[in-house]
């Protein structure tokens, strides 16, 4: 069997002596793993790599094993902005733990691959919640903020019921709003993204992410994903402050 495929780094880990197996998410063949013969460094595949990968292996269900061809490293843009490369380890880390190994889901990667585009950008942190957000529709878990769950419209949607993820209007959420999640404005396009709403988003999304993607798998939220919301919660927090 042999294939080659377009590829992202999600993983790498040691193997023996002097291999290495590596964990991609490939455009055609979904996430997939392999041998790396003769290449122990692991600094040269950090996340996020994006690599033109081969694969051969004996038979379609074997492990097999990888020759890559390093194409661009979206790390090396933003080795000076340690939340961005959070940011980067924590959309791998969600990868490699929710997708299921070898199914295709080119939506994903091409949704990945935008992310990755937007990580020297002034926005890349509303569309990391963007991102999840699109993951979790891909895996067939979408969100549903075109109207209001209640009363059919699509004015003022302020909230987001955390068991349907349907959203709620602001004048609609006011006998249960403690139990409602906040939907911000930028993922309506209602308005610019600011640090306290893309925290409200990495909630939003956290939630629902831990809940199809996570708990019912019998699996923990990845410790790379908490590590980031938590530093860009605090980052958040003292830009607030600061400015008040």
């Not at 390093?70 to 090396?76: G, H, I, M, S």
């Not at 403690?178 to 993922?187: K, S, T, V």
Request: glycine share 10%; hydrophobic share 45%.
């Amino acid at each position: 069997m042999d294939w080659r495929d377009d590829g992202i780094v999600l993983t790498v880990r040691p193997h023996g002596e002097t291999a290495l197996i590596t964990g991609l998410l490939t455009r055609e063949h979904g996430r997939h793993l392999g041998i790396i013969h003769g290449q122990r460094r692991r600094a040269g595949l950090p996340p996020g790599t994006l690599v033109a990968a081969q694969w051969r292996g004996r038979l379609a269900d074997h492990l097999g094993t990888f020759t890559l061809e390093v194409d661009r490293t979206p790390a090396a843009a933003i080795m000076d902005e340690p939340l961005r490369l959070l940011a980067l380890v924590s959309a791998c880390a969600v990868l490699d733990t929710a997708l299921a190994e070898r199914q295709p889901l080119p939506g994903v990667f091409d949704g990945t691959l935008a992310f990755l585009e937007t990580l020297p950008t002034p926005h890349w942190d509303a569309a990391y919640v963007q991102w999840e957000i699109g993951l979790l529709g891909a895996l067939g878990f979408g969100l549903d903020v075109s109207r209001c769950a209640v009363t059919g419209d699509n004015d003022h949607l302020a909230f987001i019921s955390p068991r349907t993820g349907r959203a709620v209007s602001l004048s609609a959420a006011a006998p249960y709003r403690d139990r409602l999640l906040p939907l911000p404005g930028f993922l309506t396009g209602r308005e610019p993204a600011t640090p306290k709403s893309v925290v409200e988003g990495l909630a939003l999304a956290g939630h629902f992410v831990e809940r199809h993607l996570f708990a019912q798998a019998g699996k923990p939220q990845p410790e790379a994903r908490t590590r980031f919301v938590e530093a860009y919660r605090r980052t958040a927090l003292r830009s607030a402050a600061a400015i008040g």
